[in-house]
């Protein structure tokens, strides 16, 4: 199956409220899981690209609270939404309105989590992340093999979710890297990279090291 681009940016208010009030629950405990697996950076300065409404941040402030983070995304909406939602769940997290290559800030790591498939050229990614930090952990979607491949993973991880919801995860599915395009995106560096294939059908990309 070929990769089918979806718009960059979310900024429909519709769409941010149906992805932050989603049942990410699975997705929030498997990114701190992964993260302690293969980064398990717990002090220092981070900053995240493509933050989103900020759920995944505050997990990963509960559980090392001594992290200084910084989060970036270019919606205005996924910014104001991730805003309220660090300030009602009194998480300190820096959060900034900004395309990633306009990101000026160095900081000790660098992370992202499900914003690689939202770009169009993954070159733009790579360049702005490695500019940020030397040292990166980044999580990703897959693309599936199939359209009634995608269409399966949504019934089995996204049950009692949006219908709004449903549709643009399953854009994002279709827009995702295969595991031989994003193995090429980092050949040159010495980054590593590993598959996480879980029950649902939904394979993840973890890719981490120093760039």
Known sequence: MQRNLEPELMTDNDQVTAYDESHKKWGI??????????????????????TGTGQYLIALKNKFPELKIYGYDASPAMVRRSIKNFKSSNTLVEMMCERLENISLKTDYAISTNTLHHIPN??????????????????????????????????NTSQGDSEIFKKDYFNSLLA?????????????????ISFEKGDTGLNIAVIYGKI
């Open 122 to 155: 993954p070159e733009i990614f790579w360049k702005s992340i490695k500019n940020i930090s030397s040292e990166i952990f980044v999580m990703d979607l897959v693309r599936p093999k199939s359209i009634e491949d995608a269409r399966a993973i949504i019934e």
């Open 176 to 192: 995702a890297f295969s595991e031989k395009e994003l193995e090429s995106q980092i050949s040159s560096t010495n980054l590593k």
């Open 29 to 50: 405990d498997g990114f701190i899981y992964l993260y302690e697996k293969y980064f398990n950076k717990q002090h220092g300065s981070i900053s995240d690209l493509g």
